[in-house]
């Protein structure tokens, strides 16, 4: 299968502990994309990636979350200190750029912070 | 900033009635428009788009129009399947920068025999 991955599918931790979530994009896309999912609600952008390069980051990603692609493949989302709002699911998103930018999502990570 | 307003779910329907699910949208400047599913237990999937106005997309029996005028895009189905039930998210993406997608809050949709 050749789409979007996400690991661990599931993760629950107590509060106060540091969690990372990976992502493995669409082997040929340049960009990728993680958003968060509350229940009953869409997803929200957090950040975004060209290449290696972190191109923008919402004002939701506090300074205890920080997301990293180093090679320009794979992405790794660490959050620090771990709050029990942060319990969502974390969806990660990769696409070939262009004008119209379709996004192909992965399964996500749900998190719940006990 | 750019926002997406649907209709409230759940739309509960019989086997084979019509179905609308409405969309409207707050943006600067052309976005593209997006409807995504989200089948029980499965991620997010695109199931059309449109990128100018006038534009009709298309899949699966589910069209949508992308109409600038009244900033809407509206999915629509002439014959729903229990099959379709899943929560449907209307997106937009902006043109600028890294073409971010900004979703609805999503309408769960349940077809009953």
């Known amino acids: 299968d050749t789409g979007v991955s996400q690991n661990p599918r599931h993760k629950i931790t107590k509060r106060g502990q540091n969690v990372t979530f990976r992502c493995d994009p669409i082997?040929?896309?340049?960009?990728l994309y993680w958003y968060r999912q509350t229940l009953g609600q869409g997803p929200e952008f957090l950040t975004y990636?060209?290449?290696?390069?972190?191109?923008?980051k919402s004002r939701l990603l506090s300074d205890r979350f920080s997301a990293e692609r180093p090679k320009g493949s794979f992405s790794t989302l660490e959050i620090q200190r771990t709050e029990q709002g942060d319990s969502a699911m974390y969806l990660c998103?990769?696409?070939?750029?262009?004008?119209?930018?379709?996004?192909?999502f992965g399964p996500g990570t749900r998190l719940t912070v006990l | 900033g750019d926002s997406v307003t649907q209709m409230e779910g759940p739309v509960t329907l019989s086997e084979e009635a019509f179905l609308t699910i409405n969309c409207t949208y707050t943006?600067?400047?052309?976005?593209?428009l997006f409807w995504y599913v989200q089948y029980p237990g499965e991620g997010l999937q695109l199931l059309l788009k449109?990128?100018?106005?006038?534009d009709k997309g298309s899949n699966k029996g589910f069209e949508a129009t992308y109409r600038k005028e009244t900033t809407s895009f509206h999915l629509e189905k002439g014959s729903v399947q229990v099959s379709d039930s899943a929560v449907y998210f209307c997106?937009?993406?902006?043109?600028?920068?890294?073409?971010?997608?900004?979703f609805g809050t999503g309408t769960q949709l349940k077809v009953e025999l």
């Open positions: 998103a990769s696409s070939s750029g262009g004008q119209v930018n379709e996004q192909f």
């Open positions: 990636f060209q290449n290696e390069a972190q191109l923008e």
């Open positions: 997106a937009l993406s902006d043109r600028g920068g890294g073409n971010k997608l900004t």
């Open positions: 449109a990128t100018k106005a006038d």
């Open positions: 082997s040929e896309h340049n960009r």
């Open positions: 943006a600067t400047g052309y976005p593209s």
